[in-house]
């Protein structure tokens, strides 16, 4: 079975820029500090993996929200602050904090409070770790799954629906820094630093570290 996701961005990055547009490479990856990151877009906005690499025109970096204003991100504020305990996070009030029906009922069988906990104690101690060829990235869901921001037209940090409870922990355990994937550029910002040698080098809240190939595995499905 074919990935067709993965299928365009490979194509799309095989092809030269006089065919495809203006683009960057898929799954780039940098460095960030997560406190940086303080709005976010609705997933509808941008997708996560088809604006992958998108030079992207027009005003959907003014749509962003604050982060600190998501009802997802007050509920993991509230556990992590002692204000809500595990007992108090149920179908109902995940789906009040707009988990989807099915999302909030597995995590609430499953016991989302210890998941939490879990998390928290993990990205405290170890960090976020970009674990690209570790054996645990071998699955294509895994291995491009990074927390996801895009580049507004002023340079801002816009969080784009992948990797939420990786970066809101790193936030609340005070990481000062984490591994980003960028999704979607402004064409305004990539206007002005496109002619760098490296323009998320240019960001000031960015540092290049490298990139994940798509392998041909992935495209076609296996694990």
Not at 127 to 144: C, F, H, N, S, V
Request: net charge positive.
């Amino acid at each position: 079975m074919i990935d067709r996701t993965l299928l365009r961005l490979k194509l799309r990055d095989a092809l030269p820029r006089r065919v495809t547009g203006p683009t960057v490479p898929p799954f780039v990856i940098c460095r960030a500090d997560p406190r940086e990151i303080r709005t976010y877009l609705e997933y509808t906005v941008l997708r996560k993996y088809r604006s992958a690499g998108r030079i992207e025109p027009g005003e959907w970096d003014l749509r962003a929200k604050p982060l600190a204003e998501s009802p997802k991100y007050r509920l993991l504020r509230g556990y992590y602050d002692g204000r809500l305990a595990g007992a108090d996070l149920t179908v109902e009030t995940l789906r009040e904090a707009g988990y989807p029906e099915r999302e909030a009922r597995s995590y609430a069988a499953s016991g989302y409070g210890a998941y939490l906990d879990e998390l928290f104690a993990s990205i405290r101690e170890r960090g976020i770790e970009l674990e690209r060829d570790a054996p645990q990235a071998e699955r294509t869901a895994d291995r491009y799954d990074q927390v996801a921001v895009n580049v507004g037209r002023d340079g801002a940090l816009i969080f784009n629906s992948c990797g939420f409870h990786r970066l809101v922990a790193s936030q609340l355990v005070g990481l000062e820094a984490i591994p980003v994937r960028i999704n979607a550029v402004h064409d305004r910002w990539w206007r002005t630093h496109r002619d760098a040698a490296n323009p998320f080098d240019e960001h000031p809240e960015l540092t290049y570290v490298g990139r994940i190939p798509i392998r041909w595995r992935d495209v076609l499905a296996r694990t």
